[in-house]
């Protein structure tokens, strides 16, 4: 059983920080790219940052220099380093896996999905 089980979320005001976890379990972490995605409220699911089996980071520029992807596939692990954080980040965070690279993608429902944390960022 393939299994993302997302930690980290909470409540913060403005500016402030949080660090997300997405634990895998079920699969070669190590082969699969990885990607952070957020949906707020009456919108649609965006990706945000993702790592390829490579190491090879992307973001989307709503959040580049604020925001670090990394994996740590010892611990078969996702993070998401959240910096200088906006009121316009509040949303439900979710990590997905996929074979191939989440660069300028949403993974399908059926995809491996996590099950979401959620982020409030308060002015």
């Known amino acids: 059983l393939i299994q993302l089980v997302e930690s980290g979320g909470g409540s913060v005001q403005a500016g402030g920080s949080l660090r997300l976890s997405c634990k895998a379990s079920?699969?070669?972490?190590?082969?699969?790219?990885m990607g952070w995605f957020r949906q707020a409220p009456g919108t649609e699911r965006e990706g945000i940052a993702s790592?390829?089996?490579?190491?090879?980071?992307n973001y989307a520029d709503s959040v580049k220099d604020r925001f670090i992807v990394s994996r740590d596939n010892a611990k078969n692990t996702l993070y998401l380093q959240m910096n200088s954080l906006k009121p316009e980040d509040t949303a439900v965070y979710y990590c997905?896996?996929?074979?191939?690279?989440?660069?300028?993608?949403?993974?399908?429902?059926?995809?491996?999905w996590g099950q979401g944390t959620q982020v409030t960022v308060s002015s």
């Open positions: 997905a896996a996929d074979r191939e690279s989440l660069v300028g993608r949403v993974p399908a429902p059926s995809n491996y």
């Open positions: 790592i390829d089996s490579n190491g090879s980071e």
């Open positions: 079920g699969l070669p972490f190590s082969r699969y790219s």
